[in-house]
């Protein structure tokens, strides 16, 4: 079991930033795929970004030249840089964890980004 604290999220103006924050208890931080998932109410909780052990990153196609994701091993923190937001990236974000050995998955506890005029 892995906590992971999640910080950063908020209410924005269409086309503001935010950065969320994720830090984790995990022992050996890189081991894991590291990302953000969001879900907004009645759709499914959706894949916005993952960083993996190896160095990959992936992003949702709808955040694709907005969203930047990093990790800094030595913090043992992932962020998610959200740029030029709007409204429909109103959500709750999760931050992910995946042990590569073990293929455990953890989740944080959530953290709520409201773009709003």
């Known amino acids: 079991q892995v906590d992971l604290v999640e910080s950063g999220g908020g209410l924005v103006q269409p086309g503001g930033s935010l950065r969320l924050s994720c830090t984790g208890s995990?022992?050996?931080?890189?081991?894991?795929?590291m990302g953000w998932y969001r879900q907004s109410p009645g759709k499914q909780r959706e894949l916005v970004a993952l960083?993996?052990?190896?160095?990959?990153?992936n992003y949702a196609d709808s955040v694709k030249g907005r969203f930047t994701i990093s990790r800094e091993n030595s913090w043992k923190t992932v962020y998610l840089q959200m740029d030029s937001l709007k409204p429909e990236d109103t959500a709750v974000y999760y931050c992910?964890?995946?042990?590569?050995?073990?293929?455990?998955?953890?989740w944080g506890q959530g953290t709520q980004v409201t773009v709003s005029s």
């Open positions: 992910y964890a995946q042990n590569v050995r073990t293929r455990l998955d953890d």
């Open positions: 995990m022992p050996s931080f890189n081991i894991y795929n």
């Open positions: 960083t993996t052990a190896g160095g990959s990153i």
